[in-house]
């Protein structure tokens, strides 16, 4: 079993910012891709950015200068410093790992983190 684990949601005044933080702790051998998605009230579930094992980055367009992800393959845990928060980045957050896990069944699954709420308001 798999389990991701985030914290540092909250809310901030525009402009300000938050760091996010996803650790993935169970029966796991190896951590592939990791990322960060987010959904906001009446909207589907959107990427905001991912991160390869070797390190390699994607962003959605309207975050792009403004946030950074960044991973820690040692300790399994993936960040999301987000600066210059906007009332447009209020959403649920969520932490996502594609992982191999150790226990039988061995296998390659899409692990899901419970999620954070981050508000950007005035």
């Known amino acids: 079993q798999v389990q991701l684990v985030e914290s540092g949601g909250g809310e901030v005044q525009p402009g300000g910012s938050l760091r996010l933080s996803c650790a993935a702790a169970g029966s796991i051998a190896s951590i592939n891709d990791m990322g960060w998605y987010r959904q906001a009230p009446g909207k589907g579930r959107e990427l905001v950015a991912t991160?390869?094992?070797?390190?390699?980055?994607n962003y959605a367009d309207s975050v792009k200068g403004r946030f950074t992800i960044s991973r820690d393959n040692a300790r399994n845990t993936v960040s999301l410093q987000m600066n210059s928060l906007e009332s447009e980045d209020t959403a649920v957050y969520y932490c996502?790992?594609?992982?191999?896990?150790?226990?039988?069944?061995?296998?390659?699954?899409?692990?899901w983190g419970q999620g954070t709420q981050v508000t950007v308001s005035s």
């Open positions: 996502n790992a594609v992982v191999l896990t150790t226990k039988a069944p061995v296998h390659w699954g899409g692990y």
């Open positions: 991160i390869s094992r070797g390190g390699s980055t």
